[in-house]
């Protein structure tokens, strides 16, 4: 098998990838209309409140589950297995798999006492936001070591970008969704940046480890 096809049956994680995210992106706009939530005030989480709302949720889930899957892909291609190479598989596969409890385990409705699916969903909540910045700083570390590219040093802000809004947003929020207390003002509008930079994160890393598998393989 030449480099050329072999490179060419690669790509297709990467495009995979971009699907998946566009179809996350796609249902996480939707959800700006449909759910019957308030973008400013209310979590995206509420929108089960409503079923088109509950199975927009539930794409956008799926969606960031598939391109997760699909960077791992990405991540077998454009690194050697090393010691890093390694952690970086744990943390990638990790981030699906809270995806999924996010979409298996609902929250509770404001004005009902949260059940254990409730806390299930807000743990994997926390997991699912935290893990993208640790893994796109390891990924940036990792092709950095053969070059500071553009899209290296691009990945390495958004991900340190991604590591601050993940820190503010827990203090500010943490305390009242883990308590179930109300929420503070703008708290939705806060979810929100925060989720649009994970997108943005996770579309850099297929970005960098689609040029070290190029890179690897020519």
Known sequence: MTATTVRAVGGQWYRRTQLSLALATVAGAALLVVGDVDPVNQMLSESIST??????LVLASCGLAAAGVWLLA?????FPPDGLTGLLTVLIGAWP???IALAVFPTNLS?????????????AAGVMAVLPPLFALLVAHLAGRRASTGRVRALRAAGWSAVVACLV???VNGPAVLLDQGLPAYA??????????VLVVVGLCAWVLEAE???RWS
């Open 213 to 215: 598998e190029g890179s």
């Open 97 to 99: 798999v809270s995806l």
């Open 169 to 171: 947003f827990a203090l």
């Open 74 to 78: 990405g991540v077998r291609r454009a």
């Open 188 to 197: 939705g509008l806060a979810e929100r940046i925060l989720l649009a930079l």
């Open 111 to 123: 004005g009902t006492e949260p059940g254990v699916a409730a806390v299930v969903h807000r743990g």
């Open 51 to 56: 079923v088109p709302g509950a199975v927009l």
